[in-house]
């Protein structure tokens, strides 16, 4: 199957501090990443804070530019430095960000917020955008009476089902999903994960999910990339990385690492609803 995402060697340098008698030396982030992403598959990206993750995800979602290197959406090249951004680029890629109660604008009602993407990009009728906003709130396991309240009148877990929505609005190929359930609940992390599994099989989405918790990666990749100061320093499927880490850095990432395992988590939410006592809202 062809690639949605192919990255070709991408480099993405920072002006650097320089002084009086120095000119400034740029800052290299991106030391030449290269990797494929097929449809309907997760790409997992690990790493340390600080190892380029948050940079390649910009390049990703067409935020910033690359400094040198070629990427490649449904195998046509893509360059916003030069060309611009093509359009109805935007359409295929969408971002879904780590803080639910950051990324959703507290002044804007659900209904308006779903429908945003769908003015900007779509000639849909007032009628078809609210009714798509209704569908896809259901979609994500709401209720179409949420269409008129605020942000604030969610848990955690349920922005972060707005967000998710949100993204979906206009039937992206590519989801860049960037430490999605880190600021939730462990018991609604499962919740969240499962919701993306689904959306996953029944829409035939793309992921890269961007994570540093290895339970989730675990649960939820096909293939893992981990990266060390800027560098892909290894990558493979999930059984093949896990179970015989090949680079030392990622055997000391793992050693590292707490790990929760989220299919018990997931597990004992089920026993909890099973024995009446109700799962956490999420």
Not at 39 to 63: D, H, P, W, Y
Not at 93 to 100: A, D, G, L, S, Y
């Amino acid at each position: 199957m062809a690639p949605v995402l192919e990255a070709r060697n991408i480099v993405r340098d920072y002006a650097g501090s320089g002084g009086l008698f120095r000119r400034a030396k740029p800052v290299r982030a991106l030391k030449g990443i290269s990797f494929t992403v097929e449809q309907g598959r997760t790409l997992a990206v690990v790493g340390e804070s600080g190892c380029g993750k948050s940079t390649l995800a910009r390049i990703i979602t067409l935020i910033d530019p690359a400094t040198e290197g070629e990427l490649l959406i449904d195998g046509e090249p893509i360059d916003i430095a030069t060309q611009g951004l093509p359009a109805g680029l935007r359409r295929k890629v969408q971002i879904v960000f780590q803080n639910p109660y950051g990324s959703l604008n507290p002044r804007q009602k659900v209904g308006d917020m779903l429908m945003e993407p769908l003015i900007l990009n779509t000639e849909d009728s007032a009628a078809q955008r609210r009714e798509k906003a209704m569908a896809m709130l259901v979609k994500v396991g709401l209720l179409p009476e949420h269409f008129h309240r605020y942000p604030h009148m969610f848990s955690g877990g349920q922005r972060q089902r707005l967000a998710i929505a949100r993204a979906l609005m206009v039937n992206p190929r590519l989801l860049v999903l960037d430490e999605p359930v880190s600021a939730l609940d462990l018991s609604v992390q499962a919740q969240v994960l499962n919701l993306l599994a689904d959306l996953q099989e029944e829409f035939d989405l793309t992921y890269v999910f961007i994570s540093h918790d290895l339970s989730v990666v675990r649960y939820i990749a096909d293939d893992v990339m981990v990266m060390w100061k800027g560098e892909v320093v290894e990558y493979g499927t999930r059984d093949a990385v896990f179970g015989a880490p090949q680079h030392a850095y990622t055997r000391t990432l793992f050693a590292a690492t707490p790990v929760t395992d989220v299919a018990a988590i997931r597990a004992r939410v089920e026993r909890r609803r099973a024995a009446g006592i109700g799962a956490p809202a999420a």
